[in-house]
């Protein structure tokens, strides 16, 4: 009955784009400091957005911003799942 249903929003890390956080791939650093894909957005710990292009993922890749943003940097594994997700979508 509540149209107007706020849709929330996140920040990418690399483009620094507001999107809805549906759109948007979570990764988190769990307690033991370990990177991990968050497909639900529901996994304690702390996140960081990225949009779902090959372009954002390179870019924070590039510049280093999965290690400061979570403080730690993602393994090879982290970085294949990712490039699966994202496939070849270059935006």
Do not use: W
């Not at 996140?47 to 400061?68: D, M, P, T």
């Amino acid at each position: 009955m509540n149209k107007n249903k706020k849709i929330p929003m996140r920040q990418c890390i690399a483009c620094r784009t507001q999107r809805p956080k549906r759109e948007l791939v979570r990764i988190v650093r769990n307690n033991q400091g370990q990177l991990l894909l968050d497909h639900k957005g529901k996994l304690p710990g702390r996140g960081a957005y990225l949009c779902v292009s090959a372009n954002c993922l390179h870019r924070a890749v590039k510049e280093n911003l999965f290690a400061r943003h979570l403080d730690t940097k993602p393994d090879a594994a982290l970085l294949a799942e990712l490039e699966n997700l994202i496939g070849d979508n270059p935006d």
